[in-house]
């Protein structure tokens, strides 16, 4: 079993920035895939930047402007958020999928952007 919790979030105004964080415990070695997600009000979960070990993909919404990447030994990994606009309010989810394909998830943090 994994276990998610995730930190930063929060009100920023246009063109602000913001760090997402997520770390993970228990069997981390098994995970094989890191990400984040986003869900709008009235909108479906989509995915905003999936990391692997050979390269990190980005909705074509964020490129430019958001970075993504593990750190501490894939222990942890961070969404930077810069030049953020107010279509980026969200919940933001953390996931994690193991070598097994199971699916872990953080419990969300919101991202309000004010114009």
């Known amino acids: 079993q994994v276990q998610l919790v995730e930190s930063g979030g929060g009100l920023v105004q246009a063109g602000g920035s913001l760090r997402l964080s997520c770390a993970a415990s228990g069997s981390i070695s098994s995970l094989s895939l890191w990400a984040w997600y986003r869900q709008s009000p009235g909108k479906q979960r989509e995915v905003v930047a999936v990391i692997t070990r050979r390269t990190t993909h980005y909705v074509d919404s964020v490129k430019g402007r958001f970075t993504a990447a593990t750190e501490n030994a894939e222990k942890t990994w961070y969404l930077q958020m810069n030049n953020l606009q107010p279509e980026d309010t969200a919940v933001y989810y953390c996931?994690?999928?193991?070598?097994?394909?199971?699916?872990?998830w953080g419990q969300g943090t919101q991202v309000t952007v004010s114009s």
């Open positions: 996931n994690a999928r193991s070598n097994t394909l199971t699916e872990y």
